[in-house]
């Protein structure tokens, strides 16, 4: 049998060209393809590249010389506020009955919230906790089970006391599996616990089949346990669970650490001598690090339905996604886009945040990590946020091919290691809120670190105001953000624990 040809057939070639036409044509000829991208939007909205939407506060951003009273204010640590962790243990558990599963869905910081509140649900019903089972993200399609995360013994071994923990059921419940309750009605499965139920709802609801059965499974399960009215050993345990029982696997430890130390390190080989020169002066920044964390992904900006700047084509395509995803149900799209800023409902573009950044004090000698997964509209989207800062950094710059390829693919393991670099960070900024952003600002919170919260409402009514000058904007971004640098702030009823944990998890004194 004759082998085949490696080269193209003469047919083939035409085909080849072609598709060759179409992928470098777009890049050569950028002009003559715009009238496409305006036709079809779907097709051709990621070639065209947005433009600065602020173009004059860019320019004048990129000359400004930032005092160094207000850099040494900012790269300050917080002082002490008089709030410091308060996690007494409740005290030995009873002798458990019956065992309670979890199934959870989500990213990785809204499964953390859900493993403490079921942690909580475990120990109002004195029953025994099955490690979680976390379900395939739809977005990020990543398998990444709990114990791919987190460190299952040191989560044990810590909640020892409080709760009966174990890895897997034994065999006379072997039965009770995601697949089994996947393909049918199961008298086992709770589908019924509403949002943010009560102490008393679960007792009445979930202990009758414990008693019956000796098992239940409980999905979904996201948000499932008030933040009120629950014994103040309840929510000391969540945050026990938070804070100190949830522990990475020591390979996303060492791997971060090794990330930190590069952060802190003097800049080497850096093309951007004018940077180099700005860190060796400035001694109040010398070995540290800001992390920004960014979520500007194709669901958010198509579901905020706010104009990014990139022209008819990007409007276009991103109202056929949300046609697509939500069939039009986003109450955000029956608004204009200064009234969506108005009222703080846009997410900050990276140009955006990067002027917030240089308004608080940050200069282009700041070594900035960036937290985030994919944006959208890739780097062309980030250029401004490149300009201002030269120095930032991602995973993939800092880590090396032989260590990026023990987590890459994996949504949760790249967004623990974000996590834990941001924990360590000597300023943390979120551009918008979410998942991250929440559970960030409760951790440093309880350790006391330097986070800004960035004042949605108001940067909003800023960034709508065209005619603004550097001056004016400066002054309005630094006033709008007094207090907001990690300051504690007491959780008011119905709002989380797992963004304000004091006062139920910390103590004055």
């Not at 995601?178 to 609801?205: C, Q, V």
């Not at 994996?410 to 900024?429: C, E, G, Q, R, T």
């Not at 800023?462 to 001056?471: G, I, P, Q, T």
């Amino acid at each position: 049998m004759r082998r085949p040809s490696s080269s193209p057939s003469p047919a083939r070639a035409p085909a080849l060209a072609a598709a060759a036409a179409v992928v470098l044509l777009p890049a050569i000829f950028p002009a003559l393809f715009s009238p496409l991208g305006r036709a079809f939007p779907s097709l051709f909205s990621e070639w065209n590249a947005p433009k600065p939407m602020h173009e004059s506060l860019l320019n004048q951003a990129l000359q400004w010389t930032i005092p160094d009273e207000q850099k040494r204010d900012l790269w300050t640590p917080l002082p002490y506020q008089g709030w410091k962790p308060c996690l007494k243990s409740p005290g030995a558990h009873d002798l458990p009955f019956g065992y309670i599963q979890v199934f959870l869905d989500g990213g990785l910081n809204q499964q953390r919230m859900g493993i403490c509140d079921a942690v909580a649900v475990a120990k109002i019903l004195n029953a025994t906790l099955v490690i979680p089972h976390l379900e395939v993200n739809p977005v990020w399609k990543d398998s990444s089970s709990f114990e791919d995360i987190f460190n299952v013994d040191h989560f044990i071994s810590t909640l020892r006391r409080e709760v009966s923990i174990v890895k897997y059921l034994p065999k006379e419940f072997s039965w009770s599996t995601r697949e089994f309750y996947g393909t049918g009605i199961r008298a086992t499965r709770i589908k019924t616990a509403p949002l943010h139920a009560s102490a008393s709802w679960y007792i009445e609801n979930v202990g009758p089949i414990l008693q019956s059965y000796g098992i239940a499974a409980i999905a979904p399960f996201s948000h499932r346990l008030a933040f009120d009215d629950l014994p103040a050993d309840i929510q000391r345990l969540r945050c026990k669970v938070n804070f100190e029982a949830l522990v990475f696997l020591p390979y996303i430890i060492s791997l971060g650490r090794t990330l930190e130390k590069r952060l802190r390190s003097p800049v080497q080989g850096h093309s951007t001598e004018l940077a180099q020169q700005g860190v060796e002066e400035n001694t109040n920044q010398a070995g540290k690090f800001a992390v920004l964390h960014l979520r500007f992904d194709k669901d958010m900006a198509a579901h905020s339905a706010c104009d990014f700047g990139g022209g008819r084509a990007e409007k276009l395509a991103l109202a056929k996604y949300r046609q697509v995803i939500w069939q039009g149900r986003v109450l955000n799209s029956q608004l204009t886009d200064e009234e969506l800023r108005n009222t703080g409902r846009c997410p900050l573009t990276p140009e955006e945040i990067g002027l917030i950044l240089v308004a608080l004090g940050f200069d282009n000698s700041t070594r900035l990590y960036l937290a985030s997964h994919k944006v959208y509209g890739g780097e062309a989207r980030i250029s401004s946020l490149r300009k201002l800062f030269p120095l930032m950094e991602d995973k993939r710059s800092l880590a090396s091919e032989d260590e990026l390829a023990k987590v890459e693919g994996k949504a949760s393991v790249l967004a623990a290691l974000d996590y834990y670099i941001s924990m360590h960070s000597d300023v943390f900024i979120s551009a918008s809120p979410g998942n991250m952003h929440n559970a960030l600002l409760a951790h440093r919170a309880y350790r006391n670190l330097k986070t800004i919260r960035p004042n949605m409402a108001l940067l909003g009514h800023v960034f709508v105001n065209k005619s603004m000058e550097w001056s004016g904007f400066q002054q309005a971004v630094q006033a709008g953000h007094k207090g907001r640098y990690g300051q504690i702030r007491l959780r008011k009823p119905t709002q989380s624990i797992y963004t304000y944990p004091a006062p139920d998890c910390m103590c004055q004194g």
